[in-house]
């Protein structure tokens, strides 16, 4: 007998690059994700609709850059309290991979919730998420925060989720914008080394903690001492602040529907992102600056861990049209690509189908 099973990718509206500082993060599920078929079988077989490449026998290879290093990932960090018997397990998706939209985070929660109601293990949507995170970290070797995980796994229809991530914990915040919705708009743009620019990241913000002493989460930090640090270090701590301070702003902003200081928010995340953090680049900076250069567009940023990937946009809803016609065509021009756009519509997370 099979079971399947969804699990979404997310975007994040606010709150970028600050989630393995213990910050506040912003993200919603998506209606795309990635689906899993997890059958009993005599012996392990991964395969995918998107690769030609699957694996089987149980002979586990390290990571190779393969797809199913993520699955692999799974099978070897799962808890051995309830031991993975062979299987076969079949993957389909509909997000862009690598743009941001968290398809790997996806893949990890879809074969974690299968593992965890065919073994009856009884793990949370936060320890499968945690679990995700740690595959992410220790097996494919990006030390990344938790929101991508968390994300797929507590999604909620018609809701962002306000995540603290030096909990993890979070609330659900409801999405009604009455005349304006979320676009997230794909830059196509490849991204580099993405994971080795991240992980650099990471590691300057251990060096800000260590300088000025903090031992916990960096963005909940409440210090005047930056001015000790190098200009470089100084730059990225203020994304870090800042960013931390939005997120709070954009949260009541949403509770009163003021869809004008939500964009302005999203506005000045974009560009603390790209001038502080400096994790944009020419290709989002371009499609967030034709978004925004369109009327009845409220704000756009860069959205996920950067380099390439997608923004998120605010927009009027009778003004989507005439803006995806426009950015396309600006884009288009500017940069040779064709942007996607894909309706940010709040979804539900992980679930058995
Ligand atoms: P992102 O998470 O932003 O989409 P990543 O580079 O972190 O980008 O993850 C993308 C990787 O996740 C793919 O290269 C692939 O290894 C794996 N992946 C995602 N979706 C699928 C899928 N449907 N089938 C197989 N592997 C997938
Ligand atoms: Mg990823």
């Not at 992410?136 to 990344?144: A, D, Q, S, T, V």
């Not at 995540?163 to 830059?187: A, E, I, K, M």
């Not at 902003?253 to 999203?266: E, K, P, Q």
Request: charged fraction near 20%; glycine fraction near 10%.
């Amino acid at each position: 007998m099979s079971l399947r099973v969804f699990a979404p990718g997310r975007v994040n509206l606010i709150g970028d690059h600050i989630d393995y500082l213990g910050g506040d993060v912003l993200p919603m599920a998506l209606p795309l994700g990635t689906e899993v078929t997890l059958t009993p079988a005599d012996a392990f077989e991964f395969v995918s609709a998107q690769y030609p490449e699957r694996w089987t026998g149980d002979d586990w290879p390290q990571p190779s850059g393969q797809w199913f290093d993520y699955v692999v990932g799974c099978i070897q960090l799962w808890p051995d309290s309830t031991p993975v018997r062979p299987c076969r397990i079949a993957v389909t998706g509909d997000l862009p991979r690598g743009s941001g939209l968290s398809s790997s985070a996806s893949l990890e929660v879809a074969v974690l919730t299968a593992l965890n109601a065919w073994l009856n293990a009884g793990l949370s949507p936060t320890e499968v998420a945690l679990l995700g995170q740690r595959v992410e970290r220790e097996w494919i070797g990006l030390n990344c925060g938790i929101m991508d995980q968390y994300a797929s796994a507590w999604g909620a229809a018609g809701h962002a989720l306000h995540v603290d991530c030096s909990g993890p914990r979070h609330v659900q915040v409801p999405l009604t914008l009455g005349d304006s919705g979320f676009w997230v708009v794909n830059s196509k743009a490849p991204r580099g080394l993405p994971g080795s620019l991240y992980n650099e990241r990471v590691a300057e913000t251990a060096e800000i903690a260590s300088r000025l002493g903090i031992a916990g989460a960096l963005a909940r930090a409440d210090v005047n001492a930056a001015d000790a640090l190098p200009p470089r270090l100084r730059q990225r701590f203020r994304h870090v602040v800042s960013e931390q301070r939005r997120v709070g702003q954009f949260v009541e902003a949403a509770a009163a529907r003021d869809v004008l200081s939500m964009g302005a928010l999203m506005n000045e995340s974009h560009a603390s992102l790209r001038d502080d953090y400096e994790v944009s680049g020419e290709d989002l900076d371009a499609l967030q600056a034709a978004l925004v250069a369109c009327p009845g567009v409220l704000g756009a940023r860069m959205t996920g861990g950067g380099f390439g990937g997608c923004v998120v946009a605010l927009i009027r809803n009778d003004a989507a049209a005439s803006v995806r016609d426009q950015v396309r065509s600006d884009y288009q021009t500017s940069r040779g690509r064709t942007p996607d756009f894909i309706g940010g519509t709040p979804s539900a997370g992980a679930r058995v189908l």
